[in-house]
């Protein structure tokens, strides 16, 4: 399980325990209520009493003698307890979906820049492997440079032609790696020429043929 789909199920847990807390605290509060029981000490008629919840005892001031009344109230202490419950489950699932998305944010990031790393790694290990072979004369119509060879086609072709062309002799659409061989190709063009580099998965996302960014050559 991934942690973006362990995040979603997190939060599709936590939102059922939150919806079945809520309903059954709703349920127990509509059915909670005070009871009272009044032992009166007199036969006189009473018309006012103030209630005090944390007394007792209350006292009866309309009636023409003070009349003693004793007040008994019950409190549910399950009330609170559930309240209490919610408010820390609510915490707590916040504190958990945070901790989640900070993580996986932080995981995406680190994911990519291993990824750019890589390519780097890639890109440097390929040039010295080129660096390091024996000469080797180029086939007639292609120029020599560090090693490596290019065919500079005077034919007019789409993209994904030129593409297949290059992968029908053995090659592939060149990859800039580097400012001097970027001058090498700028000088060495007629007109113009396609690269090795396209947005055909994603437009707008730029990748070479061999599969890495943009953006990892950029950084060379």
């Known amino acids: 399980m991934t942690v973006l789909d362990f995040t979603a199920y997190a ?9 079945t807390l809520v309903t059954h605290l709703t349920t127990l509060l509509s059915t909670n209520r005070h009871e009272m029981e009044y032992n009166l000490y007199s036969n006189a008629e009473v018309t006012f009493s103030h209630l005090d919840q944390d007394a007792d005892e209350c006292f009866s001031k309309d009636s023409p003698s003070w009349t003693k009344t004793k007040c008994v109230i019950t409190h549910n202490g399950w009330t609170l307890v559930l309240l209490a419950g919610l408010c820390f489950a609510l915490l707590c699932g916040l504190t958990a979906l945070g901790v989640l998305y900070v993580k996986k944010t932080n995981m995406s990031d680190f994911l990519e820049a291993q990824n ?7 890109s440097t290990v390929q040039q010295k492997l080129a660096a390091t072979r024996p000469c080797r004369e180029c086939d007639s119509g292609w120029k020599k440079h560090q090693g490596q060879c290019y065919f500079f086609s005077k034919e007019k072709k789409t993209w994904t032609q030129s593409h297949d062309y ?24 007629i007109e113009t020429c396609w690269i090795g580099l396209s947005d055909l998965e994603t437009e707008g996302q730029w990748y070479w043929v061999d599969g890495s960014s943009l953006n990892a050559t950029e950084t060379k």
């Open 116 to 122: 750019m790393n890589l390519s780097a790694s890639l």
């Open 11 to 19: 939060g599709k847990l936590f939102s059922h325990f939150t919806v």
């Open 166 to 189: 290059c992968l029908s002799v053995g090659a592939q659409l060149v990859i800039i790696n580097g400012q001097q061989e970027q001058t090498f190709v700028s000088e060495s063009i």
